[in-house]
């Protein structure tokens, strides 16, 4: 069974590092059931084992911690729906590269419950949307801001960290770093979009989408 879990205050990131491994390290040892928790962070950059100091273009502004996970420089705060994914991938078919497709999977099939297109895009970590409603890049294809973030890390077949959906962050928040990276494209929020989607309904449709409930 995979235990859901809700925190329903902003959860510091260092304590929610140390649960993780905790929990990881009982799962591991069978003394604990797989957990998928759901939070929100205060403001705050994490580095993944890729970031670049050069990405963290105003490192005062909010608090930088070292991550442990994939990717680069990412922002958590308020408004912003982070998924933790503890499971072994012992009872998920034993392939990192299926379950991370399948954790991708698990965003576009809760964006699309918001009729909300999410893409992946090669080269470029996360999942996307076509912003049509912006003049179109000099090419001439369309602008596309990223809307959700995935960092994963995998130690012994148990999987920790995540994905972050923006639901109605601070967007301005992001201007402390490059995101990931990225500098030729932008960050979005589903209230951005101009979807009235509270996180409670990101909730829903998270469970209502997720491949490893069983449901």
């Known amino acids: 069974m995979v235990e859901w879990t809700l925190s329903d205050t902003l959860v510091p990131y260092p304590e929610a590092l140390r649960h993780m491994e905790d929990r990881a390290a009982a799962i591991r040892a069978g003394t604990a059931s797989e957990q998928i928790w759901l939070l929100e962070h205060p403001p705050l950059y994490t580095a993944g084992t890729s970031a670049d100091i050069r990405d963290l273009t105003d490192p005062d502004r909010f608090p930088v911690y070292d991550a442990g996970r994939g990717g680069q420089y990412t922002y958590h705060g308020p408004g912003q729906r ?13 392939d990192v590269r299926q379950f991370v497709t399948e954790v991708e999977d698990w965003v576009i099939a809760t964006l699309d419950e918001f009729n909300v297109k999410g893409e992946r895009r090669a080269g470029r970590v996360g999942v996307w949307v076509e912003r049509h409603d912006k003049p179109p890049m000099a090419d001439g294809s369309p602008r ?8 994963l890390r995998i130690r012994k077949w148990v999987s920790f960290h995540g994905v972050s959906i923006n639901v109605d962050p601070d967007l301005t928040h992001f201007d402390g770093i490059v995101p ?6 932008g ?10 989607v509270t996180m409670e309904d990101v909730d829903v449709a998270l469970r209502r989408t997720c491949p490893f ?3």
Request: hydrophobic share 40%; with cysteine.
């Open 187 to 196: 960050v979005t929020s589903l209230v951005d979009l101009g979807l009235p």
């Open 144 to 151: 596309e801001d990223k809307v959700a973030a995935i960092g």
């Open 180 to 185: 990931c990276g990225i500098r030729d494209h």
């Open 82 to 94: 982070i998924a933790y994914v503890m499971l072994d991938l012992t009872n998920h078919g034993r």
């Open 213 to 215: 409930l069983g449901n």
